[in-house]
């Protein structure tokens, strides 16, 4: 299998990121695609939940615990202080699919759009300092870029704009 394409979405918090995300990739999906995410996160966070065999593990010291069922399986990799892994670390650490669709991850050198809301506590537009923003997805009118502007609740039309870009092309 070919390496997936990548495609992102910026922005600051509360822009529409993960909504954005969710509906592209339903929309990916249903046009055929296997998706797979990637969502970069600023702080701690924790899918377990405490007293939960699987937590338990973790706290004993288990550099990962792997969960499995007949519906789905997951992986917890504990860093103990390493350092983050690298954006190419997770990337190939990803099952093959057709396309991942990252969120968050603002100054990786892939093609994203910019998400953009009135609502947004940080409205400092992201694309006049990144090159790597080839678009802005806005609930409100854009005047200060030469970027392709789309609506923000327009997923067909970004997710067109995704398939141009990135050279994704539906097996037929």
Do not use: Q
């Not at 954005?20 to 296997?34: F, H």
């Not at 990803?94 to 009135?118: F, H, N, Q, S, T």
């Not at 409205?123 to 006049?128: D, N, Q, S, T, V």
């Not at 854009?142 to 067109?160: E, H, N």
Request: net charge negative; glycine share 6%.
């Amino acid at each position: 299998m070919t390496p997936p394409k990548i495609f992102g979405i910026a922005g600051w918090k509360n822009s529409g990121k993960t909504g954005l995300m969710v509906r592209l990739v339903g929309e990916m999906t249903r046009r055929g695609y296997m998706v797979s995410t990637v969502k970069h996160a600023h702080h701690d966070f924790d899918i377990d939940k405490v007293g939960a065999d699987s937590y338990r593990h973790r706290e004993a010291g288990a550099h990962e615990v792997t969960i499995v069922s007949s519906t789905r399986f997951a992986i917890m990799h504990e860093l103990r202080g390493a350092p983050e892994p690298s954006f190419e670390e997770i990337l190939a650490r990803l099952a093959p699919c057709d396309l991942v669709l990252i969120e968050g991850y603002k100054r990786e050198p892939i093609p994203k759009v910019e998400a953009r809301r009135l609502e947004s506590a940080n409205r400092e537009p992201l694309a006049p300092t990144d090159p790597h923003i080839v678009a802005i997805a806005a609930d409100h009118p854009v005047t200060d870029s030469d970027l392709p502007v789309f609506d923000l609740d327009d997923t067909d039309a970004i997710a067109d704009f995704v398939e141009t870009t990135t050279g994704l092309r539906r097996e037929t």
